[in-house]
């Protein structure tokens, strides 16, 4: 009898929710989630999908769902279905539209092209981007549009110059693990055909490139941001200066590494990328000042309204600072909530909701759509959905208890110290999965961090910055310049003192983008969800800590380059490294969620080496050997459990134990590897998750096998494994940069 009151009370309060939900329902917040749903579909197709039926079947489900708008659950269902559909055909489209030869393989030669970019860095080198004309071995129609190098003097490089010099590539590399961060497929959206550095003098090429109208404008752009760049470093000097410049200019390059690490640690590295506090701030402050400089005018305040002119007006000017700072994915972004809110404010609508925040998603997933894949887009349109639901209730509680004694008595200072803790405690909470997929990092200090330094970037070095802006064309930017430079000291001071904190920055092993997903669902379920029922999202919530907390680990990485393997033994872990390739290895550590660095000596204490090679224990009593030799390589078969190295290995080791050689690697990337249950035989059987799928035929990730297709001997069947979002990972190539952007979570 009490059961069946309960089940009947429990379907009532159910029914009332789902009627609450129904009448509250808004179809344009689900249409990101199924263009994004479109986007994963297609990239996570194994073979480059074709274009005219996805098309075919949108237009057809768009059709229908016009036709049907008078049945909801039809019309919804076809609106999703349509969304799907224009997710998978945008990402298509993308994908075409942005199609360039790549490198096949690495190479060295002559490069004669046009510079486009410049990216200084420390001690003097720089980061440039080639728009080359003649490649030396390379037919003009297997050129890459684009090439980036490392180059040691970059001083004497500027954006526009025509040079000639002598160039070391690669292609794109691919993930340094499996489900990693995949610099190849960002390459290739941007352009970007090959990766390396220039070797010997670099010379003014024999005859000028020109360039298109659109490449002068932004080698214009360029060169005005490295101007002002070095304008602002030799002002303020040393990490101080770097930082400033690069919340001006967006340029990041000269930032010392110990910064960088104190600034991660801290929660703060979102300051130095211009994103959605920079913009904010300055669109912010743009629209105050105008709108007071406005009231001035009777004639205006009287009879057009100063709030809506002056959003207008804002416009402009912060498209201007987009572009002036290098109009990075994250900028861009952020400009366009930024555009949506002002142009919201000008129409006299709700500037600050759930609709806004899906009309920015649905616009960037239809334009470029595989920024959905990156951490910088998950992470900002986590934060920024979640900062607006906050935002929303405590408007309703404000509205609900405007009566209480407590709420009058709460002063304007008390106020803005409450809003900004639980900005930054949303904000964190909803990026922390994100972040810890990704880096493998969760700071737990970033409140207390935020809430000392966002008062520093707010009141001091943003506003600072604007007034050095406008003072420095008339000559009298020096004093803003320094004082902005004071502030940035107090900033990093900040920094520093939370990064020294226990347990200020933790760890986290990989998971599964499984896990993620879950994730992912449950911040989907809050943003759609308007009553009581958002509680579900604690379903997926659990789901995803259950399995990010139970996600087996490797017994082995190896790497694209055959030169480095991670073992793992218990909880010991061993490297293995038969040249240079630290980048690498520490993101390994990061995923196995150990902080130590590549050159600790304990990472050795279970290595045997000699000239010819390395080898470590591994679980179950195996062995895990890396030869750099064909000959080490047929003396060792048989010997040891697991035979990798940068050589081909013949088919008699493959026989004999599970082998993973130059051929492998070269077709799938980097390769992690699982014990599996030992066969009848007693011998150790093997999962593979390969970074490349066998039969893969994607334009960034062409697999190629040029002699045997079968792994290895006694191995499971491989678990190939395509990702779609990960983690940093690394290159042999020196001051490479391949990692990928560091979070931008918009505050």
């Known amino acids: 009898m009490l059961l069946g009151q309960g089940l009947q009370r429990l379907v009532s309060w159910l029914a009332t929710r789902l009627a609450a939900e129904m009448a509250a329902f808004e179809l344009a917040l689900v249409v990101p989630i199924f263009l994004g749903l479109g986007v994963i579909a297609y990239f996570a197709a194994p073979e480059e999908p074709d274009l005219i039926f996805p098309a075919f079947l949108t237009v057809g489900a768009a059709c229908l769902a016009y036709g049907l708008r008078g049945r909801w659950w039809l019309h919804v269902g076809l609106v999703c279905l349509t969304a799907v559909g224009a997710g998978f055909c945008s990402a298509k489209l993308r994908t075409m539209s942005v199609a360039a030869p790549q490198l096949s393989r690495s190479m060295a030669g002559a490069v004669t092209g046009l510079v486009l970019s410049v990216e200084p860095r420390l001690g003097g080198s720089a980061r440039i981007v080639i728009r080359p004309v003649s490649v030396e071995k390379l037919e003009p129609a297997a050129m890459p549009v684009r090439i980036r190098l490392t180059v040691r003097k970059g001083s004497e490089i500027s954006a526009g110059d025509s040079v000639s010099l002598k160039a070391i590539m690669r292609p794109p590399p691919p993930p340094a693990l499996p489900g990693g961060y995949d610099f190849a497929r960002d390459a290739f959206f941007d352009g970007i055909g090959g990766v390396g550095f220039a070797a010997g003098k670099i010379s003014p090429a024999a005859s000028p490139v020109e360039a298109t109208w659109l490449e002068a404008f932004n080698i214009w752009i360029d060169r005005q941001r490295n101007a002002l760049t070095r304008r602002i470093v030799e002002t303020i000097q040393g990490e101080n200066g770097a930082i400033a410049a690069s919340q001006v200019t967006g340029k990041r390059g000269q930032i010392p590494g110990d910064a960088n690490d104190a600034l991660r640690a801290s929660g703060l590295y979102h300051v130095v ?277 139970t996600a087996p680990l490797p017994v082995a990485l190896f790497g694209a380059n055959g030169y480095a393997a991670l073992v793992r033994k218990g909880n010991q872990l061993t490297v293995l490294a038969q040249r240079s390739d630290a980048f ?32 470590a224990p591994i679980e179950e009593g195996g062995v895990f050997m890396l030869d750099k030799t064909s000959n080490a390589a047929e003396e060792d078969c048989g010997r040891v459990s697991v035979l990798a190295g940068p050589v081909p290995i013949g088919d008699r080791c493959a026989a004999l134990g599970l082998t993973l050689d130059r051929e492998l690697i070269r077709a799938v990337g980097s390769i992690a590897l699982y014990v599996g249950p030992r066969g009848g035989d007693g011998r150790l059987t093997w999962r593979i998750v390969m970074a490349r799928d066998l039969q893969s035929s994607r334009p960034w990730a062409s697999a190629r096998m040029n002699a045997r297709t079968n792994p290895a001997s006694g191995a499971t069947p491989p678990a190939a494994q395509t990702p779609l979002v990960g983690p940093p990972q690394g290159s042999p190539i020196p001051d490479a940069d391949l990692g990928p952007p560091q979070p931008n979570a918009d505050d």
């Open 273 to 549: 990328s211009i994103s959605g506090l920079h913009m904010a701030l300055f669109a912010g402050g743009l629209f105050g000042l105008i709108r007071a400089m406005l009231a001035l005018s009777r004639r205006i305040v009287l009879y057009r309204g100063t709030k809506e002119l002056a959003a207008l007006l804002s416009l402009l000017p912060a498209a201007a600072y987009t572009l002036f700072s290098g109009a990075e994915v994250a900028t861009v972004r952020s400009f366009l909530m930024t555009a949506i809110v002002l142009l919201a404010v000008a129409l006299g609508r709700n500037a600050i909701t759930r609709r806004n925040v899906a009309l920015a998603a649905s616009f960037v997933l239809l334009t470029t759509p595989e920024q959905l894949l990156g951490p910088s887009f998950q992470m900002s349109f986590a934060a920024v959905a979640m900062l607006v639901i906050a935002h929303e209730q405590w408007s309703r509680r404000k509205r609900e208890k405007s009566a209480m004694v407590w709420e009058r008595a709460i002063g304007g200072a008390v106020t803005l110290i409450l809003a900004m803790m639980l900005t930054t405690i949303v904000a964190s909470l909803a990026t922390a999965p994100f972040s810890a997929f990704h880096f493998h990092r969760v700071t737990l200090q970033s409140l207390a961090s935020n809430l000392v330094a966002t008062p520093i970037v707010s009141f001091l070095i943003m506003p600072l910055a604007m007034l050095a802006v406008v003072a420095e064309p008339f000559g009298y930017g020096a004093p803003f310049w320094q004082a902005m430079g004071w502030a940035v000291g107090l900033f990093m001071q900040v920094a520093r003192s939370v990064a020294t904190w226990p347990g200020s920055d933790l760890v986290m092993p990989q998971f599964s983008a499984v896990a993620l997903g879950l994730f992912a669902l449950a911040l989907v379920l809050l943003t759609i969800l308007r009553t009581r029922l958002a509680l579900l999202a604690l379903l997926p919530l659990g789901g995803g800590i259950a399995l990010a907390a």
């Open 584 to 615: 690498t290895v520490q993101q390994w550590l990061l995923a196995m969620g150990d902080r130590r660095k590549p050159e600790d000596p304990t990472l050795a204490a279970l290595r045997l080496c000699d000239r010819e090679g390395c080898s």
